[in-house]
C-alpha cells in the first residue's frame, strides 16, 4: 500500500510540474508575448529584427509543445535571443501629467498558471526598461498616432498562421492603442480567447473576411469599420429595392420612389411602412447584421444598418407592408446600383431665417463652413434664437464658432491621449475654448441631434452647450467621439477610435451619446406627413419656452 501511495504521489507530483496547455492557452500567451515585445522591448521596437517572420517561426515552433515547464524555456531561449536590455533611468523619471489608466493592464505576466518565475522576472525587467525612444511600428502626426512599417499579405485566405497573425497584430493594436478598450461588451482578454478558435477554422476568403468582421465589431465602436467588398456583395446583396426610406418606431418608411432604367412599374407607394423583408421583422435584420456592423449601441446599430435592409442577391424582395390601414404582401422586383436612376438631392441653404419676422435663424452645421462663419452671423446675430442643426457631419467649424458664440472661455472637454512611452497608459489634457467676448450672442442656441450626430459633431454639439441659453432637442448622439486610427488588417481598411473624449468632469459620451435635454424622435405618422418633428419641437420650445 505504502509503495502504491508513493506511486500516486509520484505520479501527480509529475503531473502537476508538466501542466498540460490546451492550444488556446498556448496561442493566447504567444499573442500576448508578441505584442509586448514588439513595443516594449527596445531592441524589437528599433525594428533590429523580422518580427512578422518570428511570429510566423514561433507559431509553427508551439505546435510541438505541450506544457508550462516547455513553453516557459520556449518564451526564456526567445527573450535571450533579442539582446541585451540596458538598464533605463529615464523609465523611472514621473512625468508631470495625470493619467487615465483604465485601459492599463500588463497583470497577464503576473499569470503564475501560464509562465515560470523565470519568465515573469524576465518580462518585468522588460517593462520596466521599455523602449522610450521612437518606436519603428509606430508614429506621432499632430495629436495622433499611425502604424507603419507594416507588411500586408493580402485580404485571401493563405494559412493557418497568417489568420493567426492578423488576429494577433489586430488584437495588440487595440491592447495597447484603443482608447475605450475599457468599455467593450466583453473583456478585451475574453474576445482573444474566443477569436482565436475561429481564426484557425477559416479555410475561404469569404470566412476569413467574415471572421475578420466579427472580430472589428467586438471593439463595440461606431468608428469602427471594415471595408470588404465580399462581405458587401456576398453577405448584404449586389441589388436593392428602387425606394428611399426612412427609419422609425422599428419599421421602415417609404419617402421616395426612384426609377428604373426599364421603365418598370414600382409596387410600392410613398408612405408604405415596410414591417417584414423576406420573413424578418427590421430589428431582426438589425440583429442579423449586428455581428458584423460595430457600433457603440443599439441606435447606432440601427444607423449603420440603414441602407442596408433592402439589399439581396435576389431578383425580387418578398415585403409586408401597412398601406392605408390594411397590411399587404408584396414581391418588389430589385436592380443592380447601375439600373437604378436616383434623383440628386436639393442642397439645402447653409443658414436662413425660419420666419418672416427674422426672429429664429437656422444653421446647417453639415454645410456651412469656416470661411462663411462671420457672414452668417452678421446675419443671424439680431436673431433671438439660433438653431443648429447638427445631425449630420460638420467642416471644422468648432473654433471660429465657439469665438461668436460664447461669452468666455471655457474648458468644454477633456482628450486622453496615448502614452508613448508606456503604452495602453493615457493621459488627461483639458481643452478650452472660446475667448472672452462681451459682444457674443445673446440669444437661446438651439442645437438638433439623433444618431447621425458623431465625432467631431459630438464634440462640436459640446462646445455648443457651454452656452448660456443651450438647449439639445432630439435624438441620443451616436457615442462614437474622438479621434481615429485608420490602418489595415489583411489588406483591409478599418479604424477605431485612439483618442478618448469625455466632458471636462470625466463624465463619458462613448456608447452613451450627448443626452438631448428634450428627447424626441421620429415618428411614422410623422414621416409619413413629411414633418421635421425634431425641428418641430425646438420650434414649439423656443415659442413656449418648454
Known amino acids: 500500500m505504502r509503495k502504491i501511495s508513493l506511486f500516486i504521489l509520484l505520479f501527480l507530483s509529475l503531473h502537476f510540474s508538466a501542466q498540460i496547455l490546451s492550444e488556446t492557452q498556448k496561442l493566447e500567451s504567444l499573442c500576448r508575448v508578441w505584442?509586448?515585445?514588439?513595443?516594449?522591448?527596445?531592441?524589437?521596437?528599433?525594428?533590429?529584427f523580422n518580427w512578422d517572420e518570428q511570429l510566423f517561426q514561433k507559431i509553427?515552433?508551439?505546435?510541438?509543445?505541450?506544457?508550462?515547464?516547455?513553453?516557459?524555456?520556449?518564451?526564456?531561449?526567445?527573450?535571450?535571443?533579442?539582446?541585451?536590455?540596458?538598464?533605463?533611468?529615464?523609465?523611472?523619471?514621473?512625468?508631470?501629467?495625470?493619467?487615465?489608466?483604465?485601459?492599463?493592464?500588463?497583470?497577464?505576466?503576473?499569470?503564475?498558471?501560464?509562465?515560470?518565475?523565470?519568465?515573469?522576472?524576465?518580462l518585468k525587467f522588460i517593462q520596466d526598461n521599455r523602449?522610450?525612444?521612437?518606436?519603428?511600428?509606430?508614429?506621432?502626426?499632430?495629436?495622433?498616432?499611425?502604424?507603419?512599417?507594416?507588411?500586408?499579405?493580402?485580404?485571401?485566405?493563405?494559412?493557418?498562421?497568417?489568420?493567426?497573425?492578423?488576429?494577433?497584430?489586430?488584437?495588440?493594436?487595440?491592447?495597447?492603442?484603443?482608447?475605450?478598450?475599457?468599455?467593450t461588451d466583453q473583456n478585451w482578454n475574453d474576445v482573444l480567447k474566443e477569436m482565436i478558435p475561429k481564426f484557425l477554422t477559416i479555410t475561404t476568403d469569404e470566412n476569413y473576411h467574415l471572421t475578420l468582421a466579427e472580430l472589428v465589431t467586438k471593439t463595440d465602436d461606431s468608428h469602427a469599420f471594415l471595408f470588404s467588398r465580399l462581405i458587401s456583395l456576398n453577405q448584404y446583396g449586389r441589388k436593392n429595392v428602387p425606394v428611399e426610406y426612412s427609419y422609425a418606431e422599428g419599421k421602415l418608411i417609404v419617402t421616395k420612389l426612384n426609377s428604373n432604367i426599364f421603365n418598370e412599374e414600382n409596387p410600392l407607394k410613398k408612405g408604405d411602412v415596410i414591417y417584414d423583408i423576406n420573413g424578418f421583422t427590421?430589428?431582426?435584420k438589425v440583429n442579423s447584421f449586428g455581428k458584423y456592423l460595430p457600433a457603440s449601441n443599439s441606435w447606432g446599430k440601427i444607423n449603420k444598418s440603414r441602407y442596408l435592409f433592402l439589399y439581396t442577391n435576389k431578383d425580387s424582395t418578398d415585403l409586408k407592408i401597412e398601406r392605408d390601414g390594411q397590411n399587404l404582401a408584396l414581391r418588389v422586383k430589385t436592380y443592380s446600383q447601375k439600373e437604378i436612376i436616383s434623383q440628386k438631392p436639393t442642397v439645402p441653404e447653409k443658414w436662413k431665417f425660419l420666419d418672416d419676422e427674422k426672429k429664429i435663424g437656422y444653421v446647417n452645421m453639415g454645410i456651412i463652413k469656416r470661411t462663411d462663419l462671420d457672414e452668417m452671423f452678421e446675419n443671424l446675430r439680431n436673431a433671438e434664437s439660433i438653431i443648429f442643426d447638427s445631425r449630420n457631419y460638420p467642416n471644422m467649424t468648432i473654433l471660429p464658432l465657439s469665438k461668436l458664440l460664447l461669452p468666455e472661455n471655457k474648458i468644454y472637454y477633456q482628450f486622453n491621449f496615448p502614452e508613448t512611452n508606456y503604452l495602453s497608459k493615457f493621459y488627461i489634457r483639458k481643452n478650452s475654448i472660446g475667448s472672452s467676448n462681451s459682444d457674443y450672442y445673446k440669444?437661446?442656441?438651439?442645437?438638433?441631434?439623433?444618431?447621425?450626430?458623431?465625432?467631431?459633431?459630438?464634440?462640436?454639439?459640446?462646445?455648443?452647450?457651454?452656452?448660456?441659453?443651450?438647449?439639445?432637442?432630439?435624438?441620443?448622439?451616436?457615442?462614437?467621439?474622438?479621434?481615429?486610427?485608420?490602418?489595415?488588417?489583411?489588406?483591409?481598411?478599418?479604424?477605431?477610435?485612439?483618442?478618448?473624449?469625455?466632458?471636462?468632469n470625466g463624465t463619458e459620451t462613448q456608447r452613451i451619446g450627448i443626452i438631448p435635454d428634450i428627447i424626441i424622435k421620429p415618428t411614422i405618422k410623422g414621416i409619413q406627413e413629411e414633418k421635421d418633428e425634431i425641428l418641430e419641437r425646438a420650434l414649439k420650445y423656443i415659442k413656449d419656452g418648454y
Open 35 to 48: 505584442g509586448f515585445l514588439k513595443y516594449y522591448h527596445p531592441n524589437v521596437a528599433k525594428g533590429k
Open 282 to 284: 427590421i430589428p431582426q
Open 443 to 504: 440669444g437661446n442656441v438651439i442645437i438638433l441631434v439623433n444618431e447621425i450626430t458623431q465625432s467631431q459633431a459630438e464634440t462640436t454639439v459640446m462646445m455648443l452647450k457651454q452656452h448660456p441659453k443651450a438647449k439639445v432637442i432630439g435624438g441620443y448622439t451616436s457615442g462614437a467621439n474622438g479621434d481615429v486610427i485608420e490602418f489595415n488588417i489583411a489588406d483591409l481598411k478599418t479604424c477605431f477610435t485612439g483618442l478618448g473624449a469625455y466632458y471636462p
Open 131 to 183: 523602449n522610450i525612444r521612437e518606436n519603428y511600428y509606430f508614429g506621432i502626426n499632430g495629436r495622433k498616432v499611425y502604424f507603419r512599417n507594416e507588411n500586408s499579405y493580402g485580404s485571401k485566405f493563405i494559412s493557418k498562421q497568417i489568420n493567426l497573425f492578423e488576429l494577433f497584430r489586430y488584437w495588440n493594436y487595440a491592447e495597447y492603442f484603443f482608447a475605450y478598450k475599457y468599455k
Open 60 to 122: 509553427d515552433e508551439l505546435e510541438n509543445i505541450n506544457d508550462k515547464n516547455q513553453l516557459n524555456e520556449f518564451y526564456s531561449n526567445w527573450i535571450e535571443s533579442l539582446g541585451k536590455i540596458e538598464e533605463c533611468k529615464e523609465c523611472l523619471k514621473q512625468e508631470n501629467k495625470i493619467y487615465f489608466l483604465k485601459n492599463f493592464d500588463l497583470n497577464w505576466i503576473n499569470d503564475q498558471n501560464i509562465f515560470s518565475e523565470n519568465v515573469i522576472q524576465k
